[in-house]
């Protein structure tokens, strides 16, 4: 064989081990973030995997079912100081800093209130958000 040959033949060997090499170190997609046993903690650990660092806040405030409340920036932030917030697009200057979730238990008022929501809602997986923009984008940018 000449070395034209050899070399050709030792490029093609290279070129497949990267490619093997490549398909099979890849790193398994996760599954979607689902509705069964999702809670906020679920979804803010999530979150936080993919790089966003938000305080919770659950939406009950002592005990109960923990499908929705708060992801802030504010370390301070507490459910009394975030009750106040109104869900509403003519309010969405109460929410700086902060987003709603909560787990979607009714497709179509899911799809309804986001609508409605326009820039200032979002869904990720089984989750509705609201709130601040910005911090919509970077948990969906995040999750992506």
Same mark, same amino acid.
């Not at 504010?74 to 459910?79: E, G, K, Q, S």
């Given at each position: 064989?000449?070395?034209?040959?050899i070399?050709t @033949?030792l490029?093609?060997?290279?070129l497949a081990?990267? @490619?093997?090499?490549? =398909?099979?170190?890849?790193?398994?997609?996760?599954?979607?973030l689902?509705?069964?046993g999702?809670t906020? *903690?679920?979804f803010?650990?999530?979150v936080?995997?993919?790089?966003v660092? =938000?305080h919770?806040?659950?939406?009950?405030?002592q005990?109960?079912?923990n499908?929705?409340?708060?992801l802030?920036e504010?370390?301070?932030? *507490?459910?009394n100081?975030l009750?106040?917030?109104v869900?509403a697009v003519e309010?969405i200057d109460?929410?700086r800093?902060?987003?709603?979730v909560?787990?979607v238990?009714f497709?179509l008022?899911?799809e309804t209130?986001l609508?409605?929501?326009g820039p200032?809602?979002g869904r990720?997986?089984?989750f509705?958000?609201?709130?601040?923009?910005?911090i919509?984008r970077r948990i969906?940018?995040?999750c992506?």
């Open positions: 064989m000449s070395q034209k040959g070399g @033949l490029g093609c060997s290279l081990v990267l @490619l093997a090499y490549l =398909l099979l170190d890849r790193p398994r997609p996760e599954p979607p689902s509705a069964a999702q906020l *903690t679920d803010a650990e999530y936080r995997q993919r790089g660092q =938000l919770v806040v659950p939406g009950a405030r005990g109960g079912p499908y929705q409340g708060y802030t504010d370390p301070d932030a *507490t459910w100081s009750q106040g917030k869900h309010c109460q929410w800093g902060t987003v709603w909560e787990h238990s497709e008022h899911a209130v609508a409605e929501w200032y809602g990720i997986g089984n509705i958000l609201f709130g601040d923009e910005r919509v969906q940018e995040a992506r």
